[in-house]
């Protein structure tokens, strides 16, 4: 459910958990971003940073600057200004990943999990396209490339994305590994729950996986301008579009990495109104597939 | 200039408050896991309280010293030598070109922290020096000191002979027995009457898997209230998954039934609940708490939290110091 008011409630000397709902819908992100922008641009003394999650919003403030008490006043305010949900306009990065679907790469680490781990384990992509009631992996493809993706929170390691399908006509779900993967190579594209990810890192891992991206989400030596000095490519509230391509367009971009010369696809100048989402959302047949 | 002659075990540089505004990124703070110890050693090189320093965990480096300087060790007893002769905590020392500092095994408490005047001299990794090394991000490369390495220090002026209050040195347990502070919530309310009286009255063994990412302790079950049994499916199916939440630096997160405190360089979110977080100003005793002792939890309200966090940083400072 939403809730009808946000519930307060304090994470030591130093954190207020602002929630929500207790319901995975994207909504609950959206307030839980605007609050965060609102907060932002609010100036409140005391503030240190803000981090949403799927159907909550984590407030670090300085106790010395400003009391729990007065803290959450604040919040409250900034909640009823932000008015309904529709309101809600936030600036929005669209980045385009090229993919190479059913890849080589994670097929391998399936295979290592198989060999290693879980002989009865099945390959990923057939696991999520039958679980999901889709024809084939092809179909999979098909579905999860067709949606942009929304950056709902980022954690678990530095910069990997929680993402949540925009168009609800690709939205599937599986359960994540059970035992977890010991290895996932870097770039690995796959989903758990309803979330799907890339993997910044070579990191252990619990998603199903079905694709890989060759270009970077992680860059700690800065050799990309993209990352505008920071560490990770993504913020709360970017948008990610999976462009499926061939191998040889994959090897094309993963020679342009490391030279040093790839391009980021990166569009800046959008800005998300929940309004027109949710007027585009009541226009779907929600039951088609791609 | 500091030449690594043996690193120890996994020596860090750190720095307060570390790498703060990048939990939305999934970025943790890192930085020094006991900050008393840790800011007070700056103050008596003449350090700002937050300069980049040294992190020793259980058994300390060795280290010589490539210019004349001034250092001062505080924290985890190690039985520190400066060319064979022992030093004591808690007091500046001068030292020259050439001498040696052995840092040893941690006899009480568990990290030591050496200040050198100027501060180290490491990079800026998004507006800190705290290693990370989890992520291979902070400090001189990314990870922890390796021998061989040589570690440039900032020029500064310091002063030998300077010492810190009896009575401003974090006393640590006697009898392996922790009292550490805890506040409720953020999800006090998924666990019942039963539930809240264990987790108060049970002395927690800290485990040996403990790092500083999270403090894993071993106690009895957990129970819970219906919050936790009865609720919508994409919560998980465990009474103590939640929807994915950000999560509280120190929060006790319950990993099903296994509460791990997240730490330092812990995780910034996840789907499991946390019924309490320790808060800021009892940090340092975990910074100094070692395996197999006990942790013995004391409910205190945001408020008695907030007052222990001015007073702890209003010590961290000149005040505190005597000549």
């Given at each position: ?290 | ?70 250092i001062?060790l ?6 520190s030598k400066l060319?064979?002769e022992e030093i004591p905590n808690?007091q500046?020392i001068?030292v ?5 500092l ?222």
């Amino acid at each position: 459910m939403i809730f009808d008011e946000p519930n307060f409630s304090p994470g030591g000397d130093r954190y207020i958990t602002v929630e929500f709902g207790n319901e995975m819908n994207l909504e609950l992100n959206f307030m839980a971003q605007g609050l965060a922008g609102a907060l932002r641009e609010s100036g409140t003394k005391g503030l240190v940073e803000s981090a949403p999650c799927f159907a909550s919003l984590l407030v670090h403030y300085e106790p010395r600057d400003i009391s729990y008490g007065d803290m959450v006043t604040e919040l409250q305010s900034l909640c009823n200004s932000l008015g309904s949900t529709d309101e809600i306009e936030l600036d929005s990065r669209l980045f385009t990943f090229e993919t190479l679907y059913l890849d080589p790469w994670t097929k391998e680490c399936i295979d290592d999990y198989r060999e290693k781990i879980n002989s009865d384990k099945e390959y990923d992509p057939d696991f999520v396209a039958r679980l999901n009631g889709l024809e084939d992996r092809h179909q999979l493809v098909r579905v999860h490339s067709n949606s942009e993706y929304w950056v709902a929170s980022l954690g678990f390691w530095p910069g990997l994305p929680f993402l949540q399908p925009l168009d609800p006509r690709a939205m599937i779900t599986c359960p994540k590994y059970n035992p977890p993967r010991t290895w996932t190579p870097q770039g690995a594209v796959g989903m758990g729950g309803s979330a799907s990810s890339i993997y910044p890192v070579a990191t252990p891992g619990g998603y199903q996986l079905f694709g890989r991206t060759p270009v970077p989400i992680w860059d700690p030596s800065k050799r990309f301008d993209a990352f505008d000095g920071d560490i990770v490519l993504f913020r709360p509230g970017d948008r990610i579009k999976f462009q499926p391509v061939t191998r040889d367009a994959y090897d094309d971009a993963e020679r342009k990495i490391e030279e040093g010369s790839y391009i980021y696809n990166i569009v800046e100048y959008q800005k998300f109104s929940v309004r027109n989402y949710k007027n585009w959302i009541n226009k779907l047949d929600k039951s088609e597939r791609f | 200039m500091l030449e690594i002659i043996k690193p120890g075990l996994e020596t860090s540089i750190q720095d307060f408050p570390g790498r703060i505004g990048y939990w939305d990124q999934g970025f943790p703070p890192s930085g020094p896991m006991d900050s008393w110890s840790f800011r007070l050693a700056n103050i008596l090189v003449g350090n700002d309280a937050g300069a980049p320093g040294l992190e020793a965990q259980f058994m300390g480096p060795t280290i010589k010293f490539q210019q004349d300087g001034v250092i001062a060790l505080t924290g985890a007893e190690m039985m520190s030598k400066l060319d064979g002769e022992e030093i004591p905590n808690w007091q500046s020392i001068s030292v020259k070109a050439g001498q040696t500092l052995v840092m040893g095994p941690a006899l009480k408490g568990s990290r030591g922290y050496l200040a050198v005047v100027g501060g180290i001299d490491a990079p800026d990794w998004l507006g800190a020096a705290s290693t990370f090394h989890k992520a291979s991000v902070g400090g001189i490369d990314g990870s922890a000191i390796k021998a061989g390495q040589v570690l440039p220090v900032k020029a500064g002026q310091g002063q030998a002979g300077r010492k810190v209050k009896e009575a401003c040195r974090p006393q640590f347990a006697r009898d392996k027995k922790w009292q550490i502070e805890a506040v409720a919530g953020p999800n006090d309310d998924w666990i019942d009457a039963a539930g809240h009286e264990q987790f108060l009255s049970y002395e927690w063994k800290l485990e040996a898997r403990s790092d500083r990412t999270g403090y894993r302790l071993d106690g009895p079950d957990w129970t819970f209230t219906e919050k936790a049994t009865n609720k919508p499916p994409e919560n998980g199916e465990f009474p103590s998954n939640i929807i994915d939440q950000g999560y509280p630096l120190g929060a006790i997160n319950l990993c099903g039934q296994k509460p791990i405190i997240l730490v330092n360089d812990g995780p910034s979110m996840g789907g499991f609940i946390c019924p309490y977080t320790v808060p800021s100003a009892a940090f340092w005793k975990l910074g100094q708490i070692k395996p197999n002792e006990f942790l013995c939890f004391s409910r205190v309200s945001v408020e008695e939290a907030q007052a222990l966090r001015i007073a702890l940083d209003d010590m961290c400072g000149e005040s505190s110091i005597e000549t």
